[in-house]
Antibody, heavy 120, light 108 residues
Framework: QVQLVESGGGVVQPGGSLRLSCAASGFTFNSNAMHWVRQAPGKGLEWVAYIRYDGSNKSYGDSVKGRFTISRDDSKNTVYLHLNNLKTEDTAVYFC?????????????WGQGTLVTVSS | DIQMTQSPSSLSAYVGDRVTITCRASQTVNTKLNWYQQKPGKAPKLLIYAASILHSGVPSRFSGSGSGTDFTLTISSLQPEDFATYYCQQSYSFSTYTFGQGTKLEIK
């Protein structure tokens, strides 16, 4: 079955950086687009970033554009999210999400999330 | 950007009730509309995609309908495990995906 395991969250000061990782298994990783979605404490879901199955296309939400970078390493079945110039409003649980492109334009599997706290 | 608005924001109901949640898009999304369920402290789960197609393993008491800008999620007979927060999401605007603000369904 599909498994997505995030890691790399923690506490970081405003202006700092962090790298999140998501180890994937249970499906053909190099055939699937991947996303990151976040959820601030007590708030709703916000799509953050997308990477095409071959890494040739990436896109970002307006609130993180220019600060966050998504990448993937198919040899490790891992997708990354590099977070730079962090702001307090970036505090959230970050979910790694598998694109359901084989069946739908949807998010068909989610990891358990990793918490990023931006605080001085 | 396409904005998604859900109503109501919260809802109280009894086990066995029929419940409907509405999602409205600021412009057409055709049928590129998905629904997710999230329980406290857990990751969201896909319920319905393409407005009306039930994801594998989702109970048949869940159904979705709509196209264009107006969509509904219906639970025909609420079960205790259905009390959760529900989100709609559009996937029409390629590479920019938007969620509704969520509808929290609570036990009355």
């Amino acid at each position: 079955q599909v498994q997505l395991v995030e890691s790399g969250g923690g506490v970081v000061q405003p202006g700092g950086s962090l790298r999140l990782s998501c180890a994937a298994s249970g499906f053909t990783f190099n055939s699937n687009a991947m996303h990151w979605v976040r959820q601030a404490p007590g708030k709703g879901l916000e799509w953050v970033a997308y990477i095409r199955y071959d890494g040739s296309n990436k896109s970002y939400g307006d609130s993180v554009k220019g600060r966050f970078t998504i990448s993937r390493d198919d040899s490790k079945n891992t997708v990354y999210l590099h977070l730079n110039n962090l702001k307090t409003e970036d505090t959230a649980v970050y979910f790694c999400v598998k694109d359901g492109a084989a069946i739908c334009d949807c998010f068909d599997s989610w990891g358990q999330g990793t918490l990023v706290t931006v605080s001085s | 950007d396409i904005q998604m608005t859900q109503s109501p924001s919260s809802l109280s109901a009894y086990v066995g009730d029929r419940v409907t949640i509405t999602c409205r898009a600021s412009q057409t999304v055709n049928t590129k509309l998905n629904w997710y369920q999230q329980k406290p402290g857990k990751a969201p789960k896909l319920l319905i995609y393409a407005a009306s197609i039930l994801h594998s393993g989702v109970p048949s008491r869940f159904s979705g309908s709509g196209s264009g800008t107006d969509f509904t999620l219906t639970i025909s007979s609420l079960q205790p495990e259905d009390f959760a927060t529900y989100y709609c999401q559009q996937s029409y605007s390629f590479s920019t995906y938007t969620f509704g603000q969520g509808t929290k369904l609570e036990i009355k």
